[in-house]
């Protein structure tokens, strides 16, 4: 495994996503790319009453190709309001919702521009909440020159794709709604956080093994 690793800006991330953040010494976020619809860039899976449910943040469509970091969310709908009550009404019952949810709330009442900005502030305070401190870079430019030093999860790591990751075996824990419809693995992290509090971290550690 390399040192470095390349990966996609992402709304709360699945699970697989962030077992790549521990697990290298350098992160770089690819700022550079043109977006790509219907992606964990913009969307995310939890888990709801009636199973998997997918949350989508809807972008100002500017141009046929956008470069991410020019990306810019759409609030002509409610989405802030309804992506926190799905989320409430997901993990309300759950064993730590009341520890993290006024944490996350603020990113569902303040409205940001663009969505790279928006997705990274919510991930380094997701990784506050589970306790890991590191360092997060964005490139500079969309250079495939260098792609050689690193381990490139960009467009590995995505909702349609097969969890074809050698490094990547879920660990089961509980869920909410587990007696309705069993373990679902590689939900948002948030699914994780909410149902394992403290031991979340080391159950992110625990995916890396087969």
């Given at each position: 495994?390399?040192?470095?690793?390349?990966?996609?800006?992402?709304?709360?991330?699945?699970?697989?996503?962030?077992?790549?953040?521990?697990?290298?010494?350098?992160?770089?976020?690819?700022?550079?790319?043109?977006?790509?619809?219907?992606?964990?860039?913009?969307?995310?899976?939890?888990?709801?009453?009636?199973?998997?449910?997918?949350?989508?943040?809807?972008?100002?469509?500017?141009?046929?190709?956008?470069?991410?970091?020019?990306?810019?969310?759409?609030?002509?709908?409610?989405?802030?309001?309804?992506?926190?009550?799905?989320?409430?009404?997901?993990?309300?019952?759950?064993?730590?919702?009341?520890?993290?949810?006024?944490?996350?709330?603020?990113?569902?009442?303040?409205?940001?521009?663009?969505?790279?900005?928006?997705?990274?502030?919510?991930?380094?305070?997701?990784?506050?909440?589970?306790?890991?401190?590191?360092?997060?870079?964005?490139?500079?430019?969309?250079?495939?020159?260098?792609?050689?030093?690193?381990?490139?999860?960009?467009?590995?790591?995505?909702?349609?794709?097969?969890l074809?990751?050698?490094?990547?075996?879920?660990?089961?824990?509980?869920?909410?709604f587990?007696?309705?419809?069993?373990?679902?693995?590689?939900?948002?992290?948030?699914?994780?956080?909410?149902?394992?509090?403290?031991?979340?971290?080391?159950?992110?550690k625990?995916?890396?093994?087969?």
């Amino acid at each position: 495994m390399k040192h470095k690793v390349l990966l996609s800006t992402a709304y709360l991330a699945p699970v697989q996503y962030y077992t790549k953040l521990i697990s290298y010494d350098e992160i770089w976020i690819e700022a550079h790319e043109n977006f790509i619809k219907q992606t964990f860039r913009n969307r995310c899976t939890i888990y709801g009453a009636n199973g998997a449910l997918t949350l989508s943040i809807p972008i100002r469509k500017t141009a046929r190709k956008m470069k991410i970091n020019e990306v810019q969310i759409e609030y002509t709908t409610s989405w802030q309001k309804l992506h926190w009550k799905s989320i409430e009404s997901a993990y309300r019952s759950s064993p730590f919702f009341e520890f993290y949810a006024d944490d996350l709330l603020p990113f569902y009442t303040k409205k940001y521009d663009l969505l790279i900005d928006f997705n990274s502030e919510l991930q380094s305070t997701i990784l506050k909440l589970l306790n890991i401190d590191i360092q997060i870079n964005r490139t500079s430019s969309f250079n495939l020159d260098s792609l050689n030093e690193y381990d490139d999860f960009r467009y590995l790591i995505h909702p349609k794709k097969d969890l074809c990751d050698s490094d990547f075996y879920p660990c089961e824990y509980i869920q909410v709604f587990n007696s309705k419809y069993g373990y679902l693995p590689n939900l948002s992290i948030i699914d994780l956080l909410f149902n394992t509090g403290n031991d979340a971290f080391s159950l992110l550690k625990c995916t890396r093994l087969k």
